[in-house]
């Protein structure tokens, strides 16, 4: 039985899915850049920095570029992002999202948003939840990616904890072995096949209890 003292949460397909709006930014740079980005091309984007993914889309359109147009095309993907995540709304939160931050909060158990997202506050405002939240590690506070434990171990660090008494809650593999390697429990939120080395794989937050996470 764990002492739990602090859980960190990932956003994107955790609390939220902006995967979608991730996909009709880059389905656009695609369009106009003269090729068709589809669903299944979109899979090799999940946990990858914006940076690669825009490599990656660009090989699959067989298009070459400096290194400022391919800031430029970045940067016009995430202006395209930002317009779609500010029409958000609370009713996007994922089943149990809510209900396990209350529960968490109820028990003096601190919570915190570990995301490499730079538009993870903006999110988190639209969806109302900023005060479900003791502390925010986002994309502008971090420099290194998941599998660097970095982000995870500052959200730590904010909430004057230890490594031992956190639980990260993540989607995708490189925020598990960022967990691991940081000296957390996991709970993988997907896919068993894909989230294997966690503690715990859940298919949502609304399949978790505290007795769960405490037995960890």
């Known amino acids: 039985m764990m002492d739990l003292k602090g859980c960190i949460f990932d956003l994107d397909g955790v609390i939220v899915d902006t995967a979608k709006y991730h996909y009709m930014a880059w389905r ?3 369009k106009e850049l003269g090729f068709v980005f589809t669903l299944e091309d979109n899979e090799a984007l999940k946990g990858v920095s914006r940076m690669a993914s825009l490599e990656i889309l660009l090989s699959k359109g067989n298009i070459h570029a400096t290194r400022q147009e391919k800031e430029e095309l970045a940067a ?3 202006g395209w992002y930002v317009e779609f995540i500010s029409g958000m709304k609370p009713d996007e939160i994922l089943p149990g999202s809510v209900k396990l931050l209350r529960s968490l909060r109820k028990e003096g158990i601190l919570t915190a948003i570990g995301s490499a997202s730079k538009n993870a506050g903006t999110i988190i405002d639209k969806i ?3 005060d479900m939240f003791d502390v925010i590690i986002d994309g502008n ?7 660097d434990p970095e ?3 500052r959200a730590v660090q904010e909430m004057k904890l230890s490594p031992p008494h956190c639980i990260v809650f993540e989607d995708a593999q490189a925020g598990i ?3 691991i390697a940081g000296g957390m429990k996991c709970v993988g939120v997907g896919s068993p096949e894909l989230l294997g080395r966690a503690d715990l794989v859940i298919p949502g937050l609304n399949k978790i209890t505290l007795e769960q996470l405490r037995a960890l």
């Not at 506070?141 to 599998?147: E, G, L, Q």
């Open 76 to 78: 016009r993907k995430n």
């Open 128 to 130: 109302n939840l900023r």
């Open 28 to 30: 656009r740079l695609a």
């Open 151 to 153: 982000i995870f171990l």
């Open 141 to 147: 506070k971090i420099s290194k990616a998941k599998p």
């Open 177 to 179: 072995e960022a967990a």
